[in-house]
Structure formats: structure tokens, C-alpha cells
């Protein structure tokens, strides 16, 4: 699979997917909102949508469940064209979270159920075992109004997985969440995938993306630069080398590669791509004195920068400071 | 890609259903659905009210005459023994009024004066043996009273009262289109004053939708048309819900009051099978003004906003109203067919045919043809919800002030 032209190949091409799109856009006001985005999501994995606001990943997540049409390109999901055609299959968390305030969190659930085609009376009795595993068995006949925000955030999440979907997508979910309740929510995807299950979701945390993605699609400016797995994205940015020297100068350190900066006895540099072997013997050979060596791979965050740029690694950072930390 | 297909949604109807339940349910168990059904009573009461004093007024004034054509002597004594009588009686006395000095042995032809309908019924011949000529109905309301007044006049005892020869009369078919045509303008009126009444529910609906952002998880899940539809039948259920509870209410006031519904004349297609008309074409009107506010409502975010929005519709809805009445009254003629051609005037158009033309063909054709409108419109109103709303980021915004600017140059 490959998110453009320029994405290496990942391997996953005879794995099914369950989302397929190609040169999807949208327009709104003359505004390229979405530019020409290929996504490919393999069933089962956990994919990740990650950029800053406005980069269209709502948008795209919008058109890929037929919430809006595109004003080109083409879509399968769950191997149907148009996304209604499955839609009792396919479980949703938009990023504006919404409950009648009126309703009954029990009923508020089997209610969302029953628009994915479970029966009220199914959807209510599953409604009450999924609060109950939640720990909200308490507050089942309670009014949404009634519950805390947090509260109320979870009993949308039982809503968006009471028909128990093939494919769950999620906007932004980590969003307004404190820290207990993300990790609860983490595992909860983890779970899912665990089950066969493809989750996706949207995020403008890299931690989260990190953490939890096989893939991810690198989305900015409306265009997706990058769609694959985390592992290929990372080995875009040549991994760090830190090497440390007794020997200050010699005839060693011409074998450095050209981007090596020096500070003190340490000296950072990219791994060349002839490995790290020709240098250790180079390094040997020239009485370098080697006192210590480590090769770090490039995270996320730095792959990210590598990809999108950095005005689009500097919004994302700009736009979750706290959470970038975790 | 998957090789599966694998396939599961609601129908159109089903998920209509699901979000339908969920509102009238929502509605009818509110406490503001309890201050809306009380609200429109208060009016309906002081309407009734007023209706018996107003009654009063034009019944004094258009009370059912009888004229009198008899010898100038007879004439006299007629009016004088009616007046002596007045109030001492006991029953309810014709009023009468000297139409024509009859001169003995000259002829009167009663039935070709009744035709200049100034009066309700013509009495002729003499005290001892009156001729009362007139609509069935009148004739033999009459008889009795014209009997006793005779008798008065002919200073004869209780049981040697005059016995009254009587010629019917069969009302003229314009005189039965004339009644009719207030039927039909009482059915339009009472439609209108409904559909006024019930079709602003549609409006605020779908902005507490957004307000709640529920509109998104209902548009990832099913079709918009089923959510437009699901509205549309719940306010639609809860419109008839509010009727019944009013009609039960105006019922009861008016058998308390005294039978009003005898006053109309009958409609062409009889009272059940307009009654019955009726709520098709409320449930026609409604669904077709609603479509459009549904559509209103999908691009207003505010209360504020649907209000400015939705005032043009509501013009409209007068106009639409005033155009349907007066088609009303030129039958069979092109303004009458564009009456009904026009999705929004058709339900009136029709309702009005109902009470005017017994013919049942055509009103099948408009509840078709009404239907198919419904459709479009709601269509339409979901393609344009899903290009105009559903849009993250700021164009929204931008839009909606660049239309509310529009709205108000217009207005200004």
C-alpha cells in the first residue's frame, strides 16, 4: 500500500483493506480543503490520520463516511462504494461530541445503536453492560445533562461501539480527555484491534500516533505526503549516530560523514547509508579511541518534521504543547 | 482491497423511523409541548367567544325574512299580529316585511320574486289561507309560526288555526356554489391558521440538533433524507397529536355553545370525506412547508438566525394562502389549475375543490403529485445541508455572514 508516489511500498498490499481511497478532494469556497488524498487502511490495524487544525483531517474522514461527497476521486469502504451501504458496520466518534441532554445515557446509546441498525431493546441491554464494564452501571438512567463532561464522553464512545463495528473511526477522540482517561481509551483501541476490528482515528498529538498506530498518513495542507507504516516513516530520517573520542583530531576523522557537528568529545551525525561498519574500522585504523557509540532511530516527531515540514510540525506543536510532552 | 463486500444499512423508511421515534417521543414528553399545546387555546377560547357575540351581531343582522305579497289590508294584519305575538309566543317568530300590495284576483308569481333573494320565503294568498313559498328547510321551519300568526291575524281561537299551503322551492346551484365557497373558504382558513400555527416547529428543530452536535452521528450513519424525513414525520406526528387535542377542545366548546358546523353548507364530497381530505392535505402542506424549513433550519446556527431566515417563507405562506383563496373563486380556470400545479398553494387549491366539486380523480392526481414535491424538496434540502453545513473550519462561518449580509441588503 502507498499513500502517494513517493511512499515506499510497506508490504501490505495483499493484506484487504478496509478503507481504500484515491485522489480524494474537496473544495469548499474555492479553498482545496483536500487535495488529492490517497489513503489505504489495512482491517485489523490501527491507523492514524496526524496533522495540525485545518491540515483536512475532518474533512477526509467526513467524505470517507459519506457525511460529505468528494468533489473527485473514489472511496471503498469495507469493500462498498458508498459508505451508507455499511454503515451498520462501521462505528463513528465525531470530534464535536453530541448527546440529546434529555435522554437517558442508556438510552442515548442504544438510540445511536439503532441508527447502525441494532434493535432498541438489543441496544439498551448491551448499553447496560458496556456502563457497567465501564463502571457507569450507575449512572445508566441517568440524563446526559446530568453527567460530567467526562462521563458523557465515554458513554458517546459505548454509543460509537454498541453495534460492535467491523470498522471504527475516531475525530480527534483524545481530545478534551484528562490523562486516565486517554490511556483507558488507548487500550480500548488496542482491544479493538486486538479483535480483528480496524480503528482509525484522527489526531494532532504524535505521542498518540506513536503509541498506538501500525500506520499512520502524514496529512498537511490538505495533501498527504506520507501514508504507511510508523516504522517506514521513521526510517525516512537516517537514524543518529553519538560518538564519543579520546583522540580530539587525527587522520580518523575525515572518514566522519559531512553533516558530523562536534561538541566537546561528542560527535553527532547521521548513519551513513554504507552502514556503520566501514567507519568503525575507518575509526579503529585511525586511533580514534572510541569511548562510547549509540545509534538512535528517528522518532515520530522527527519524521514528521522530515515529511510535513516544519511550519506544519511547528502548528502541531503549537497546538498541543502538554500533550506533545507525555 | 477487500475482497468481501460486506453490506448492511437501514432502508431510507427505517432510518426515517428510528430518528422520527426519537423526536416525537423527545417532544411529547417535554413540559414545553405542554405550554405549546395550552398556547394556542387561550386565543381559540376569546376566538369563541367572540365568535357568540359576533354571531349575535350577524344574526340580527342577516336573520331569514319572510316577505309578504298580499292585499294591502291582509299585509297589515299579518305584521300587526306577528309584532302582537313577538314575545309572548313562545317560539321563535319569522321577521316579515311587505314586499308587494296584491290586489284582489291579481296574480303573483312568488317563485320568480324569491329569485331576487332579498327575502328567504314569500307569503301569499290571504290570513285565512296562506301560502307560504320557499326553500324546503324554511317552508317547514315556518309552517307553524305563519300558522299562528294567521291565526292571530284572523282573531281566530288555538284550535282553528289556518292551515298553510306550501310550494317548495329547490335552491339554484349557484345559490348551493355560494354556500359552498364558505365551506371551502372555511376549510382553506382553517388549514392556513394551522399550518401558521404548527409548521415553526420544523424551524427550531434542526438548530437544537447542531446545537447539541448530534447532526453529525446522525449524518455519518444514515442517509440525510432519512434524518429530513424523520423530522419531518415526528413534527408531523406531533402536529396531529396537537389537533387532536385542540379539535377535542374547539368540539367540545362549540356543542357546549351550540352546534356551529350545521351553519356551513354541506361540502360537494360530503363532511366525512373532507374531514378525511383534510388531513391529507394538512399532512401534504405541512411536509411541503417543512421541507423548506428543515432546509432553513440546516443553515442557521441560531434561533436569531432561523427567525431572519425563515420570514420571507412565512411571507410567502401568506401570499400563498391569499393566492389559494382567491383561485377558490374562479373554478375551473387556468388560476385555479396553477393553484394547484404550485406545490405550496396545491393543499389549499384542493381542499377547496373538496368542498366545491364532488369529483374525487383529482385530488388522487395532487396527493401524487404532492408527494413527488415532498420528495424533491427533501432532497434537495438534504443535497444542500451536506454541501453548505457540513464543512470544518472557518468557510462556514464565512458563508453564513456573506448570506446574512445578503438577507439584510435585501431587507434593508
Keep these: 500500500m502507498a499513500g502517494n508516489a513517493d511512499a515506499p511500498d510497506t508490504g501490505t498490499d495483499t493484506v484487504p483493506l478496509a478503507i481504500e481511497a484515491r485522489g480524494l478532494v474537496k473544495r469548499f469556497d474555492g479553498f482545496a480543503a483536500v487535495d488529492g488524498v490517497d489513503i489505504s487502511v489495512p482491517e485489523g490495524a490501527i491507523y492514524g490520520i496526524l496533522g495540525p487544525n485545518g491540515a483536512g483531517k475532518t474533512t477526509t474522514l467526513r467524505m470517507l463516511l459519506g457525511i460529505i461527497d468528494p468533489d473527485s476521486g473514489t472511496r471503498r469502504i469495507l469493500g462498498a462504494d458508498r459508505p451508507h451501504d455499511v454503515a451498520t458496520r462501521i462505528g463513528y466518534l465525531p470530534e464535536e461530541r453530541g448527546l440529546y441532554p434529555a435522554m437517558k445515557a442508556v438510552d442515548a446509546i442504544a438510540f445511536v445503536g439503532a441508527l447502525r441498525g441494532l434493535p432498541l431493546k438489543t441496544g439498551r441491554a448491551r448499553a447496560r453492560e458496556l456502563l457497567e464494564e465501564h463502571g457507569l452501571g450507575y449512572a445508566a438512567d441517568r440524563q446526559i445533562r446530568q453527567l460530567s463532561k467526562g462521563m458523557a464522553q465515554q458513554v458517546q464512545i459505548i454509543g460509537t461501539l454498541v453495534h460492535r463495528p467491523r470498522l471504527v473511526v475516531f475525530d480527534e477522540p483524545f481530545s478534551g480527555l484528562d490523562a486516565l482517561n486517554q490511556g483507558r481509551l488507548e487500550r480500548m483501541m488496542r482491544d479493538l484491534a486486538a479483535t480483528g476490528t480496524t480503528v482509525i482515528f484522527s489526531t494532532h498529538v504524535i505521542a498518540h500516533a506513536e503509541r498506538l498506530c501500525d500506520e499512520v498518513a502524514i496529512i498537511a495542507g490538505g495533501k498527504v505526503p506520507f501514508a504507511g507504516s510508523v516504522d517506514v516513516a521513521r526510517d525516512r530520517i537516517p537514524a543518529q549516530v553519538r560518538l564519543e573520542t579520546r583522540a580530539i583530531d587525527g587522520a580518523w576523522r575525515a572518514a566522519l560523514p559531512a553533516d558530523a557537528r562536534n561538541e566537546g568529545q561528542f560527535w553527532y551525525f547521521s548513519l551513513p547509508e554504507t552502514g556503520i561498519e566501514p567507519l568503525l574500522r575507518a575509526l579503529i585504523e585511525g586511533e580514534a579511541g572510541i569511548l562510547s557509540l549509540s545509534i538512535e532511530r528517528a522518532g515520530l516527531h522527527d519524521a514528521f518534521v522530515a515529511i510535513a515540514g516544519e511550519a506544519a510540525a511547528r502548528a502541531l506543536e503549537a497546538e498541543s504543547p502538554v500533550e506533545q510532552k507525555r | ?412
Design chain 2, 1 to 412: 482491497m477487500s475482497k468481501s463486500v460486506e453490506t448492511g444499512r437501514l432502508s431510507t423508511f427505517a432510518a426515517a423511523m428510528v430518528v422520527a421515534r426519537r423526536d416525537f417521543t423527545a417532544i411529547l414528553f417535554s413540559r414545553s409541548f405542554l405550554f405549546f399545546l395550552l398556547g394556542p387555546l387561550f386565543p381559540v377560547v376569546v376566538a369563541v367567544m367572540a365568535g357568540g357575540v359576533g354571531q349575535r351581531v350577524q344574526t340580527s343582522a342577516e336573520t331569514p325574512r319572510i316577505g309578504i305579497a298580499m292585499s294591502g289590508e291582509d299585509a297589515l294584519r299579518m305584521t300587526t299580529a306577528r309584532d302582537s305575538l313577538a314575545g309572548s309566543a313562545g317560539i321563535p317568530l319569522p321577521d316579515m316585511r311587505v314586499i308587494a300590495e296584491v290586489r284582489p284576483g291579481e296574480a303573483f308569481d312568488a317563485r320568480a320574486r324569491l329569485a331576487k333573494a332579498d327575502t328567504t320565503a314569500i307569503l301569499s294568498g290571504t290570513p285565512a289561507s296562506p301560502v307560504l313559498t320557499g326553500p324546503q328547510r324554511w317552508v317547514e321551519e315556518w309552517r307553524g309560526p305563519v300558522s299562528l300568526i294567521a291565526a292571530q291575524a284572523e282573531g281566530n281561537g288555538p284550535r282553528d288555526y289556518a292551515k298553510v299551503e306550501t310550494q317548495v322551492v329547490v335552491a339554484k346551484r349557484g345559490e348551493s356554489r355560494s354556500g359552498r365557497l364558505k365551506t371551502a373558504q372555511g376549510a382553506q382558513t382553517l388549514l392556513f391558521l394551522l399550518m401558521m400555527i404548527l409548521a415553526g416547529m420544523v424551524l427550531s428543530n434542526l438548530v437544537e440538533e447542531k446545537g447539541n452536535k448530534i447532526i453529525e452521528i446522525l449524518a455519518a450513519a444514515i442517509p440525510m433524507d432519512a434524518v429530513f424525513f424523520g423530522k419531518l414525520f415526528a413534527m408531523l406526528g406531533v402536529s396531529f397529536v396537537g389537533i387532536a387535542v385542540w379539535g377535542s377542545m374547539v368540539g367540545a366548546l362549540v356543542l357546549a355553545a351550540g352546534s356551529a358546523l350545521p351553519s356551513l353548507p354541506a361540502p360537494a364530497v360530503g363532511w366525512p370525506l373532507l374531514f378525511a381530505l383534510g388531513v391529507v392535505y394538512f399532512a401534504m402542506a405541512y411536509l411541503l412547508v417543512g421541507s423548506l424549513f428543515l432546509a432553513i433550519g440546516s443553515l442557521a446556527t441560531t434561533v436569531r438566525e432561523v427567525q431572519t431566515m425563515s420570514m420571507p417563507v412565512t411571507m410567502l405562506q401568506l401570499i400563498n394562502f391569499f393566492f389559494a383563496s382567491f383561485a377558490m373563486t374562479e373554478a375551473g380556470s387556468g388560476l385555479e389549475i396553477a393553484a394547484i400545479v404550485i406545490p405550496f398553494s396545491s393543499p389549499f387549491a384542493m381542499l377547496a375543490r373538496a368542498a366545491l366539486d364532488p369529483g374525487l380523480v383529482p385530488h388522487v392526481l395532487a396527493i401524487a403529485w404532492q408527494l413527488v414535491c415532498v420528495v424533491v424538496f427533501v432532497k434537495l434540502g438534504s443535497r444542500l445541508f451536506r454541501k453548505r453545513v457540513m464543512q470544518s473550519g472557518p468557510a462556514p462561518v464565512r458563508q453564513r455572514r456573506k448570506l446574512l449580509s445578503r438577507l439584510r441588503t435585501a431587507r434593508g
